[in-house]
């Protein structure tokens, strides 16, 4: 199976910051990769699939790149409601794999 | 609008089964395979396989086949997911997630929690 490392596994940072996450495949995947948020108590949501493309109705503060093992999920100005716990996701092969989660915490 | 409702909390013992539904609406249920995921308490997300809505069959990722049964009933937009023989380390919340035109998920169920204990 495809490993994916996410780092860091937490941040701290304030309201107004550029946050950077980043994820990691143990093998190319082309830009088959997805980015979700899930806040406590709460089903995740999808933000961003094919490595860049942003679903609808998702904040344009939030922005993915990268293609083949190294991928990035940017928050350009960090807000309130954004305090979470981050997950890449690829659906480049079965069994599809998720990264190990990002705390994105407050400072 | 799209809507996934799971049902209930469950408390279990060891070595009896569950089963979770995962009722869809706002779409035609067939159009979009559905998956579903796990989280044990406090820890990350693990997918563990998915169903074609159209053709019944199921895919069971690794460490989820034997004990772990995704089927439907297409009659009232319904997925399931049984799990037999439970352990105590099968407690976890349960997930079903819609895959959408994109392959990712796009609509997920609010969750059920199951917990097998003594």
């Known amino acids: 199976a495809i490993q994916m490392t996410q780092s860091p596994s937490s941040l701290s940072a304030s309201v107004g910051d550029r946050v950077t996450i980043t994820c990691r495949a143990s093998?190319?995947?082309?830009?088959?990769l997805g980015w979700y948020q899930q806040k406590p108590g709460k089903a995740p949501k999808l933000l961003i699939y094919?490595?860049?493309s942003l679903q609808s109705g998702v904040p344009s503060r939030f922005s993915g790149s990268g293609s083949g093992t190294d991928f990035t999920l940017t928050i350009s100005s960090l807000q309130p409601e954004d305090f979470a716990t981050y997950y890449c996701?690829?659906?480049?092969?079965?069994?599809?794999?998720f990264g190990q989660g990002t705390k994105v915490e407050i400072k | 609008q799209v809507q996934l409702v799971q049902s209930g909390s469950e408390l279990k013992k060891p070595g009896a089964s569950v089963k979770v539904s995962c009722k869809a609406s706002?779409?035609?249920?067939?159009?979009?395979?559905m998956n579903w995921v796990r989280q044990a308490p406090g820890q990350g997300l693990e997918w563990m396989g998915w169903?074609?809505?159209?053709?019944?069959?199921?895919t069971y990722a690794q460490g989820f086949t034997g004990r772990f049964v995704f089927s439907l009933d297409t009659s009232v937009s319904t997925a399931y997911l049984q799990i037999s023989s439970l352990k105590a380390e099968d407690t976890a919340v349960y997930y079903c997630?819609?895959?959408?035109?994109?392959?990712?998920?796009?609509?997920w169920g609010q969750g059920t929690l199951v917990t097998v204990s003594s």
């Open positions: 997630a819609r895959s959408g035109p994109n392959n990712h998920f796009d609509y």
């Open positions: 706002g779409y035609t249920f067939t159009s979009y395979a």
């Open positions: 169903i074609n809505t159209n053709t019944g069959n199921p």
């Open positions: 093998q190319g995947i082309r830009n088959d």
């Open positions: 094919a490595a860049s």
């Open positions: 996701l690829q659906d480049y092969n079965w069994p599809w794999t």
